[in-house]
C-alpha cells in the first residue's frame, strides 16, 4: 500500500466505500453468530432512545434541580450539557462502528490498549456492568415510586413505604426479566412501541401545559436563579443542578451493545447512539421549558414530593395530572425493560470472554428463543441486590445507584481515550468523523471526568448521615473490588477480548 493510502483520511474514504458484511465483520473479530440480527436501524435507535428517556429521566430529577440553580440551570443547564453528552455520543459511535459487538465498551477497550490490553478491558468492563446493573434497579425504583404517587392520589389514604417502594421495584425489574426472556422480536417490538409512546406521551403532556393552565410564567422566569441547596456559595448549587441532565442523559451505549443483533451495525449502530442523543436533547429542552412554564407557587412545588407531579395538578387538575402521570409511569418501565436488556448484552459478551464467574453459564444462548436467558436472570439477581438495601435506608440505596451514572460515564471515557491516544494508527469504521474525531473525543474525555467530580461532590448542606453523598465511596468499592480481583486471579486468566479462530474458522461455529 502507498504512503498515500496509508493517511488517516485515505483510510476514512475507504471505510466509507466499503460495505461489510455483518457477519464477516463480526467473523474478522474472532465472534461466531449466536445472537439472531431481528434489530432494524430504528430497533438500534429505539433502545438507546427508550434508556434514556426524557420523560422518566426529568420527572425523576426535576425536583432536585429547582433547588439546585432553578429554571435557568435547568434550562440552559439543559442545553450545555446536552451539547457535551452529544459529543460523547458522537465519539462512542465512531468506536462503535469500528467494533460493533456486544462487548461495546470493555471490547474496544481491549482492542485499542496499546498495552495492558487485559486491565484496561477488565475495568472498562466492570465500570459499565455496575453502572448498568445501577440504572436498571434506579429505574425501577424510580417507576416503583411514581406508582405509588398515583396510587395516593387515586386513595388519599394510601401510605407509600420504604418496604413497599422496594417490594414493587423488585416486581417490575422480575416482569422485565420475563419480557427479556422470550424472544428478541418481542423486545424490538416493545422498544418500537416505547418510542412512540415517548413520543405521543410529550406531544400530550407539553400540549396540555401549554393550554390547560390559566397562567403561565413570565418570558424572564428562564433566568430565575435558585439555590436551596444549604451552600452558600451559588455557583457550586448551580453546578451541582447540572447533574440532572447528566442523569437523564445515561444508557445510550445501548446501542453498541446490540450491534450483534442489529442489521448493518458498522453504520446503524453508531447512528442509533448519536440520534439518540441528539432527538432526546430536543425533545427533552421542550419538555423543560413546559415544567418551567408552567410553575406557579415556586416555593410549594420545590418543596413537594414529586415536584413535576405537584405542577401538574395546579396546571390541569387532578383527574387530567393522573392520566398524565400514568404516560409517565409507563415511560419508565420501558426505560427500565430496555436497560435490562442492554446490561443482558454487556454480560453475556462479558462472560464469552471469561470475564466473569460462571462464564460459562452467563454466555451460553437459548436454542429456542435465541436469547442470552441466564445472562437476563443474572443482571435481574444483581439489580434486585441492589434495591434489597433501600429496605433499610433510602440513602444507601442511593448511593449504591449513584454509581449508574458515574460508572457508566467513566466506561464511556476509556474506549475514546484510548481511541485518542492510538492516533493515526486508529482504523475506523464506515461511520467516522475524519478530521474532527480527535478534538470531539478530547472535549468528550474532559467532560466526563469534571461532571464524575462533580457527581461525587457533596449535594446538600448540612452534611449529615442522611445528607451525605456516598457515591465516591460506592466506587472506591468497586474499584477495590475488581483491583484486588485483577491482582488475585484475574489478570492470569484474563487477557482482553479472545479471539476463537481465523474468519473461517468461527464462520463454521455460527448457529443455524
Given amino acids: 500500500m502507498s504512503e498515500r493510502m496509508s493517511t488517516p483520511r485515505a483510510r476514512a474514504r475507504a471505510a466509507d466505500t466499503v460495505v461489510l458484511d455483518d457477519d464477516a465483520t463480526l467473523h474478522a473479530m474472532g465472534y461466531p453468530r449466536k445472537l439472531t440480527r431481528r434489530f432494524k436501524a430504528f430497533d438500534n435507535f429505539a433502545i438507546s432512545f427508550t434508556i434514556i428517556n426524557i420523560l422518566s429521566g426529568i420527572f425523576s430529577s426535576f425536583g432536585f434541580g429547582l433547588n439546585a440553580g432553578g429554571p435557568r440551570i435547568l434550562v440552559f443547564g439543559w442545553i450545555g450539557v446536552s451539547l457535551m453528552v452529544l459529543l460523547i455520543g458522537a465519539a462512542m459511535a465512531e468506536v462503535a462502528s469500528a467494533y460493533p459487538t456486544s462487548g461495546a465498551l470493555y471490547f474496544s477497550a481491549g482492542k485499542l490498549a496499546k498495552r495492558h490490553k487485559g486491565a484496561w478491558s ?39 413505604t ?109 447512528k442509533g447512539i448519536t440520534r439518540a442523543v441528539g432527538y432526546s436533547a430536543i425533545t427533552g429542552l421542550i419538555l423543560m421549558l413546559a415544567l418551567v412554564y408552567s410553575i406557579g407557587d415556586y416555593a410549594e412545588v420545590a418543596g413537594a414530593a414529586a415536584p413535576p407531579v405537584q405542577i401538574l395538578i395546579d396546571g390541569l387538575g387532578l383527574r387530567t395530572a393522573k392520566v398524565m402521570l400514568l404516560i409517565v409511569i409507563g415511560a419508565m418501565l420501558f426505560c427500565g425493560l430496555a436497560n435490562l436488556t442492554s446490561n443482558t448484552r454487556q454480560i453475556f459478551a462479558f462472560s464469552r470472554d471469561g470475564a466473569m464467574p460462571g462464564s460459562r453459564w452467563w454466555h451460553s444462548v437459548s436454542l429456542r428463543t435465541r436469547t442470552p436467558v441466564k445472562a437476563v436472570w443474572l443482571a435481574v439477581a444483581c439489580s434486585l441486590a441492589l434495591v434489597v438495601p433501600g429496605w433499610w435506608s433510602h440513602t444507601a440505596f442511593t448511593a449504591i445507584v449513584s454509581v449508574n451514572v458515574v460508572g457508566l460515564f467513566l466506561a464511556y471515557a476509556v474506549p475514546i481515550f484510548l481511541r485518542l491516544r492510538l492516533g493515526d494508527a486508529f482504523q475506523p469504521g464506515p461511520w467516522h468523523l475524519g478530521r474532527w474525531g480527535r478534538p470531539v473525543g478530547w472535549l468528550a474525555v474532559v467532560w466526563i471526568l469534571l461532571s464524575s467530580v462533580l457527581f461525587m461532590l457533596p449535594q446538600a448542606s448540612p452534611i449529615t448521615v442522611d445528607s451525605f453523598n456516598y457515591a465516591p465511596i460506592a466506587l472506591a468499592v468497586v474499584l477495590l473490588v475488581a483491583t484486588v480481583w485483577w491482582f488475585a486471579t484475574a489478570r492470569r486468566r484474563f487477557q482482553g477480548p479472545v479471539s476463537y479462530g481465523r474468519p473461517d474458522e468461527v464462520a463454521a461455529m455460527d448457529l443455524v
Avoid at 424510580?142 to 401510605?159: D, E, G, M, N
Avoid at 422566569?221 to 455557583?235: D, I, S
Wanted: glycine share 10%.
Fill in 162 to 270: 420504604a418496604h413497599q417502594t422496594v417490594l414493587i421495584t423488585a416486581l417490575i425489574i422480575i416482569l422485565q426479566g420475563l419480557a427479556n426472556t422470550y424472544t428478541v422480536q418481542l423486545v424490538a417490538v416493545l422498544n418500537r412501541i416505547s418510542v412512540w409512546w415517548l413520543l405521543i406521551g410529550l406531544v400530550v403532556i407539553v400540549g396540555a401545559l401549554i393550554v390547560m393552565p390559566d397562567q403561565h410564567q413570565q418570558a424572564s422566569f428562564v433566568t430565575h436563579f435558585e439555590n436551596n441547596t444549604g451552600f452558600t456559595n451559588g455557583l457550586y448549587g448551580g453546578m451541582l443542578g447540572l447533574l440532572v441532565t447528566s442523569w437523564t442523559f445515561t444508557g445510550f451505549d445501548g446501542s453498541f451493545h446490540m450491534s450483534e443483533e442489529t442489521v448493518h451495525a458498522t453504520v446503524s449502530a453508531p
Fill in 122 to 160: 477488565w475495568f472498562t468492563g466492570w465500570l459499565n456492568f455496575v453502572g448498568q446493573i445501577g440504572g436498571t434497579a434506579a429505574t425501577g425504583y424510580a417507576a416503583a415510586t411514581f406508582i405509588q404517587v398515583f396510587v395516593q392520589l387515586q386513595w388519599p389514604s394510601y401510605r407509600p
